[in-house]
């Protein structure tokens, strides 16, 4: 049974298919979630800012990997109007709890739930989504790879110069 769980999981994990995300140009749903505090956030508070919206959980091997880029995108333009907000998808928050430890934060880690998922239209795990200043949908990133690195980087940069 655990191995058959591990398996869905990569599987879930891996999954690039986006049939049915949200789409470019859509207006992210303005959600209010509980930040690792229980402190509720709205996204909407974010709004004049660029946002990378990750979708990540503590069984998903790519988020691993991601979790240092994230950290690397928070500092480097984080003073030009740029937010991670790293949703968090497991089920047991202990279990991201344990990942945070090994895979630190340095940017705004939210607690997800079932309807934020439906309303993302989540397709798998990690899943992000940069959003413009207006809170519009620019641009879809399914699973994690390093070789996406520098594509997501030109449309964060993108974003942030044509707000000067």
């Not at 990540?56 to 790519?62: G, K, L, R, V, Y």
Request: proline share 4%; with cysteine.
């Amino acid at each position: 049974m655990k191995n058959i769980r591990l398996l869905m999981a990569v599987l879930f994990c891996l999954t690039t298919q986006q049939v049915n995300a949200l789409d470019n140009g859509e207006i992210v749903p303005n959600l209010t979630l509980l930040d690792w505090n229980n402190t509720p956030v709205a996204i909407a508070d974010y709004k004049g800012k660029v946002l990378y919206i990750d979708f990540w959980a503590s069984w998903c091997i790519p988020c691993k990997k991601s979790f240092p880029f994230m950290n690397d995108l928070q500092a480097k333009y984080g003073k030009q109007g740029f937010q991670v907000l790293a949703i968090n998808m497991d089920e047991e928050k202990q279990d991201a709890e344990k990942f945070l430890k090994k895979y630190p934060a340095d940017f705004t880690i939210l607690q997800g739930n079932s309807d934020l998922a439906k309303a993302f239209k989540l397709t798998g795990l990690p899943m992000a989504f940069i959003v413009n200043q207006n809170g519009k949908l620019m641009a879809k990133h399914s699973g994690f790879n390093q070789n996406n690195k520098k594509k997501v980087i030109l449309q964060i940069e993108h974003l942030l110069v044509g707000n000067r």
